[in-house]
């Protein structure tokens, strides 16, 4: 008796097994293949709105600062000019003030202002590159380029032109002091060293720069290694 009673509910379990098994059979893929397809559409839509997000941003900025660029290649220029011909462009009257040295610029000779000019012009050069650098590194963001060997080179030279223009920075003041006092007598010229809190941290970030390059090109290889793997 016991064991008819312990076969009625062998069977019973094996029956109700196969009826689901059937129905598995009989619809293929509507429990698993459709909430794949499901997710999967969903995580595209999340990418694509994340994508369209950075693109709209980077475009943004790279025209902000495509402005600002413009912007500072008239601000060099006018002060470069301003120091060669002070008199025309009505700087005349308008001082100079590195450290200790403070002279109007009319003042000086004009070898001596041609130094400054000079000085200046490498300075606003390092920047304006740096912000080039910095308006085509957006445009390859805008292009969804990330890992692309240009979006590589270009954070590289990013940092390489942060580095130069903190170093000229920490150069800027005692080159500009001996400019300034070149025709003083001897005892009058002055050469001070002043490194202040901008020249190190163009510095710093420039090497920042240089780090995230050297981060994005072994992260474009591991990502290239799992592409050849799968």
Known sequence: ????????FVNHFVSRLQKKLVRRTQH???NFSKMRETAMSSLDLDRDRR???????????????????????LTGLFLIAALIWPEPLGAGGETIDFGLVERPIAELPLLQRLGLAALTGIAFLLLTG???????????????EF?????????????IWLIAFGALGAANDPICCFLA??????????????IDGGAIFFTVLGTLMLLF?????????IADENRQFV
Not at 147 to 158: K, M, N, Y
């Open 1 to 8: 008796m016991q064991n008819d009673h312990n076969n009625f």
């Open 130 to 144: 740096t912000f080039w650098h910095i308006r085509r590194i957006f445009a390859q963001f805008q292009k969804t």
């Open 51 to 73: 994508l369209d997000r950075i693109r709209r941003l980077a475009g943004v900025m790279k025209w902000v600062v495509a402005a600002l660029f413009i912007v500072l290649v």
């Open 28 to 30: 293929p893929g509507i």
């Open 213 to 221: 390059g050297w981060i994005l090109r072994e992260a474009a290889l």
């Open 147 to 159: 890992f692309s060997p240009a979006t590589l080179s270009t954070v590289f030279a990013i940092g």
């Open 181 to 194: 006092s070149l025709d003083l007598p001897k005892d009058q010229r002055i050469i001070e060293m002043n």
